[in-house]
């Protein structure tokens, strides 16, 4: 079975710069585990597999890279309730919208190939496989940016110094980072499917 980078990065999160290393190096990866094919079919096949496998782990990543954000969101949020000083929520609120701008960033990292499965794009994988009869894996794309269509945060314009904001964004996170989780543990699963497909190769040993 052929292993991916699909575990959770330490708590000292790189930033978009790994992530995009991590993508350059996933193509070579699953290469090393491929056999020679003997027809054009078989080829274009499994080239169409290690795309689609290097675009999930890609968005894989960058759903990692997401969690990590938001949980330091939910933290940020949480203090700002503990506190009733409106100086002090006003530099939590200044915090909190530093570190959702790392978002940008790690999404647009998640380009594999000129595909990317989170950004503002429209891109999605559609993979012909060998199988009974015709099969086609379909991956569709999934926007995780910030504003409508994508995570949906709103900011604190009002800088966490009223309770009711503070409860609106405190949902708003719960609810990206259920949405997240739920996707990553999908890519994850995808790829794995589809890497499944990929020849062995020990097989041209016997």
């Not at 094919?37 to 997401?66: C, F, K, N, P, W």
């Not at 959702?100 to 790690?106: C, F, R, V, Y």
């Not at 966490?160 to 609106?168: A, K, L, N, P, Q």
């Given at each position: 079975m052929i292993g991916f980078g699909f575990f959770k990065r330490k708590a000292d999160t790189p930033q978009a710069a790994e992530i995009e290393a991590h993508v350059a190096a996933s193509?070579?990866?699953v290469k090393r585990h491929m056999r020679?094919?003997?027809?054009?079919?078989?080829?274009?096949?499994?080239?169409?597999?290690?795309?689609?496998?290097?675009?999930?782990?890609?968005?894989?990543?960058?759903?990692?890279?997401?969690t990590d954000v938001l949980s330091e969101a939910r933290e940020l949020v949480e203090s700002a309730s503990e506190t009733e000083s409106e100086a002090?929520?006003?530099?939590?609120?200044?915090?909190?919208?530093?570190?959702?701008?790392?978002?940008?960033?790690?999404?647009?990292?998640?380009?594999?190939?000129?595909?990317?499965?989170v950004d503002d794009s429209q891109d999605a994988l559609s993979v012909a496989v060998d199988g009974p009869g015709d099969i086609t894996f379909a991956v569709a794309h999934v926007k995780l940016t910030l504003g409508d269509g994508g995570l949906d945060l709103p900011p604190p314009r009002e800088a966490?110094?009223?309770?009711?904001?503070?409860?609106?964004?405190?949902?708003?996170v719960a609810e990206a980072l259920g949405r997240i989780n739920t996707l990553g543990e999908r890519f994850c699963a995808d790829a794995a499917m589809l890497a499944m497909r990929l020849p062995d190769p020990e097989a041209t040993q016997h």
């Open positions: 193509l070579e990866r020679p094919v003997i027809s054009e079919t078989a080829r274009v096949e499994q080239d169409a597999i290690i795309h689609a496998v290097g675009a999930l782990e890609a968005a894989a990543m960058a759903v990692d890279g997401l002090k929520r006003a530099l939590i609120a200044e915090r909190y919208d530093e570190v959702l701008g790392a978002i940008g960033p790690i999404t647009a990292a998640a380009d594999f190939d000129g595909v990317n499965l966490f110094s009223t309770d009711d904001e503070i409860i609106r964004i405190r949902d708003a």
